[in-house]
């Protein structure tokens, strides 16, 4: 092939932990075709089956855990204690969409003369393009759903963060998924992604990544009217009013924002605060900023590691000018380090309007409740956000206003295996997880039986 090989490295120390040969368009479509040779068979296998075959898919990824976790931490610089619950959730989503294969139903509709009956049928061979910040979590997002409802995969890791999906694509064969079934492609994304977004024999592209890349994404699929599901940028805001318990809400703030570097597409990093409660919320923020372990990813006890590459790092720095609110420490030395920056913004400045995707958290004050839904949905973007106050009916009345996918009160959790997950405007369209991910890796077909 002549191509520079992939290096691959650890971003806490900047060593190279691996040398890979990168794909091209030949490997890819050569991944396509084995795929589309595996379709028929693994759309035959009966849905107990298949649900047994994902179960054990699950189990084995409880089983080798530990192994999972370390190459999670050591390729993307997290938290060994954060990687580790992320494969814990990788196993869950395997488990959820074992016991959903079979209750994914169609429906009878009454109609004159017959029988009108709906069927899920798979779409095909799927492409699937995951981004380096939750490689193997949003691998399985896209993995569980697409084979619980039979189609067949090529997967398409980022090519900063390939490890783990190839060390899961070997646990799937270990469960006795067929050969074929799943297909790990390591490449450039131009080349390889591109490959699969306008390759005739691919049915549907599930992508996570940039807004911008998305864009392309889409304009490529439209030539062959190709699915897609588009999980993209976010800009979230985290509300917190002044009747909230302010103490518990500054607390977390911080893990919303600082959380795997805030390299999170659904971190809080616009933290908007009633004005009456401003200065009090504040102080209690930079006390709960300090606090945030920034470390080895080996520790136990790091809370926050490396960005994922020195030229992402320079892309970070570029927001904040001046002097923050706050600026933590980093280790000194090797490594993509950035300190928990917090900073002062309105919510017209670049700070705010722009996805960082770094551990930078801008401050906004707002007067009242109209004001504070009109801030948080000032932003093309529409993917999470959290919601504080003791007040009941503002919780839900702001939900409800909110221009977003996915919203948490007096907490700021966003993803649970069992629920949707997906963004409003330009952070994307279609739902991962539960059972509305299903929606979107099948394709209804209407069939009516005339009786008379
Ligand atoms: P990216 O868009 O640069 O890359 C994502 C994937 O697309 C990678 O695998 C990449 O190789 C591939 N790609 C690049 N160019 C392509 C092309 N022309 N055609 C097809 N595929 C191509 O994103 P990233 O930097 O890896 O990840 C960060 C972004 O992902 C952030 O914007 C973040 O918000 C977003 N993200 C969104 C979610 C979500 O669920 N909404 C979750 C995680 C990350």
């Excluded at 570029?318 to 980093?330: C, I, M, N, Q």
């Excluded at 909110?402 to 330009?426: A, H």
């Excluded at 369209?429 to 069939?447: P, Q, T």
């Amino acid at each position: 092939m002549g191509q520079m090989a992939l290096i691959v490295t650890n971003p806490a120390t900047e060593e190279t932990i691996a040398e890979l040969e990168p794909a091209g368009v030949e490997e890819t479509d050569a991944a396509v075709a084995r795929a589309k040779a595996a379709f028929e068979e693994w759309r035959a296998v009966a849905p107990t089956d298949r649900g047994r075959l994902l179960r054990r898919l699950a189990t084995l990824v409880e089983e080798n855990a530990g192994e999972l976790a370390r190459i999670e931490s050591q390729n993307v610089g997290k938290p060994i204690a954060g990687a580790r619950a992320e494969v814990a959730m990788v196993a869950q989503v395997f488990h959820f969409y074992a016991g959903a294969v079979d209750k994914h139903y169609g429906q009878t509709i009454p109609v004159a003369g017959g029988v009108d009956m709906t069927f899920r049928e798979p779409l095909g061979v799927v492409g699937l393009i995951v981004p380096w910040n939750f490689p193997l979590n949003i691998s399985s997002w896209k993995l569980g759903p697409a084979l619980a409802c039979g189609n067949t995969v090529v997967l398409k890791p980022a090519e900063l963060t390939p490890l783990s999906a190839l060390r899961l694509a070997e646990l799937i064969l270990e469960a006795g998924i067929p050969e074929g079934v799943v297909n790990v492609v390591v490449g450039p994304g131009r080349v390889v992604g591109q490959r699969l977004v306008e390759h005739p024999d691919v049915a549907k592209i599930g992508f996570t990544g940039s807004t911008e890349v998305g864009r392309g994404v889409m304009q490529g699929a439209a030539e062959t009217i190709k699915r897609v599901t588009l999980e993209l940028g976010g800009k979230s805001a985290n509300v917190v009013f002044a009747d909230a318990d302010l103490e518990k809400a500054a607390a977390a703030a911080p893990y919303a924002v600082f959380d795997n570097a805030g390299q999170d597409c659904c971190a809080r990093s616009r933290i908007l605060v009633e004005r009456s409660a401003y200065d009090r919320f504040a102080d209690l923020l930079v006390e709960a900023t300090r606090n945030v372990k920034v470390g080895d990813p080996a520790d136990e006890s790091t809370e926050m590691g490396p960005l994922i590459s020195a030229q992402h790092r320079e892309t970070v720095a570029s927001f904040v000018d001046g002097e923050p609110l706050f600026r933590g420490d980093t280790p000194n030395g090797r490594g993509y380090w950035y300190p928990c920056t917090l900073v002062e913004a309105s919510n017209q400045d670049r700070v705010a309007r722009e996805e960082v995707f770094g551990p930078v958290a801008a401050l906004i004050p707002f007067a009242d409740e109209e004001e504070a839904v009109e801030i948080a949905n000032d932003t093309p973007y529409g993917l999470s956000g959290s919601i504080w106050t003791e007040n009941g009916a503002r919780a839900l009345r702001v939900a409800r206003a909110l221009d977003t996918g996915v919203l948490s009160i007096n907490s700021n959790s966003s993803v649970r295996p069992s629920t949707p997950f997906g963004g409003f405007k330009q952070s994307g369209f279609g739902r991962e997880l539960g059972m509305h991910a299903l929606d979107g890796y099948s394709e209804i077909k209407n069939v009516y039986l005339a009786t008379g």
